[in-house]
């Protein structure tokens, strides 16, 4: 048995095209979607992200304004320049680059972007609905793997899932999302006991822990989908997974690629809340 790969950048440019016959109605009615992204330092990998998302923007017809400030910036500074964007009406979406400078508190930062122009979907408030079951903006990542798991055809709805990782912008939102969607969740962690146990009765496995091939093929399912969120450098210089691909590949019914699989639909995901953030607050539907 060889598992089936999840094709991120074909599932990807799906989605995009989605974004991009949005946009072209609402240039119809007069509005330009706008993705303002504020890149703080001289992170090479963010450097990277933020390149990737200019030329999102570019293919779907959305307008971006790339601001870069450099590493010595207040958290005053960028507040302030969050607070001139925020009140700008043409700007439909802001986003700051993560990882910020140790000067400056992440949360401030992410609490002082209005709700309605949280497009990464990190704001409490966005947060709190997501939680709620209210419309809100959902966080790129996990919204991601709910498509990609959806489009092998796999019914969510009964399943049993298991999301290893717990941070704020994977774990735990992928968690919910999968509850939403009636699976049984199990979110297990570095305290985890019995993991290897819990994982391989996972009819969904999203591993989501930042550590190079921690999932390997006994943890797996025979035909489990397999969603690997984990990029992570080698010392081969190459980029690993969260699973040992070639391990798991054997077992699963269907996994995701590294690269190639869930980055691709974060930065889709990306670009279809920018515009549906400019029809919401257009009043116009799309």
């Known amino acids: 048995m060889s598992a089936q790969i999840i094709d991120g950048k074909a599932l990807a440019a799906a989605t995009k095209a989605e974004a991009a016959a949005e946009a072209a109605v609402l240039k119809a009615k007069g509005i330009e979607p706008c993705l303002a992204v504020i890149l703080v330092g001289e992170n090479p990998a963010s450097q990277v992200y933020v390149r990737g998302k200019v030329k999102d923007c570019g293919e779907c017809g959305i307008k971006s304004l790339e ?4 590493e010595t910036t207040t958290q ?3 507040l302030a320049k969050i607070a001139e964007l925020a009140a700008d009406k043409t700007v439909n ?5 993560l990882p910020l400078p140790k000067q400056i508190d992440e949360h ?3 609490d002082a972007i209005p709700p309605e122009k949280d497009v990464d979907g990190f704001s409490p408030v966005n947060v709190g609905r997501m ?11 996990p919204a991601g793997c709910i498509r990609m798991i959806e489009s092998t055809g796999t019914k969510i709805d009964g399943k049993n899932a298991v999301v290893i990782g717990r941070s704020n912008i994977v774990g735990k939102p992928a968690a919910l999302l999968l509850l939403a969607k009636n699976a049984t969740v199990t979110v297990c962690h570095s305290h985890t006991a019995n993991l290897k146990e819990i994982c391989a009765n996972a009819d969904i496995l999203v591993a989501a822990v ?13 035909g489990a989908v397999v969603i690997d969120v984990g990029i992570n450098r080698g010392a081969d210089g190459k ?11 054997a077992v699963a019914g269907y996994i995701t690629p590294v690269p190639g699989g869930v980055g691709p639909m974060t930065r ?3 670009m279809k809340n920018t515009t549906q953030a400019a029809a919401m607050q257009n009043g116009v539907a799309i």
């Open 239 to 249: 980029l690993h997974g969260d699973v040992n691909f070639e391990e798991a590949s």
């Open 93 to 97: 979406g802001i986003l700051v680059q």
């Open 67 to 70: 601001l870069r400030m450099p």
């Open 268 to 270: 889709a995901m990306l």
């Open 108 to 110: 401030a930062v992410i």
């Open 210 to 222: 930042g550590r190079a091939g921690f999932v390997t093929g006994d943890m797996v399912k025979p």
């Open 76 to 78: 005053e500074e960028l």
């Open 131 to 141: 939680q709620t079951g209210q419309p809100c903006f959902l966080p790129c990542t």
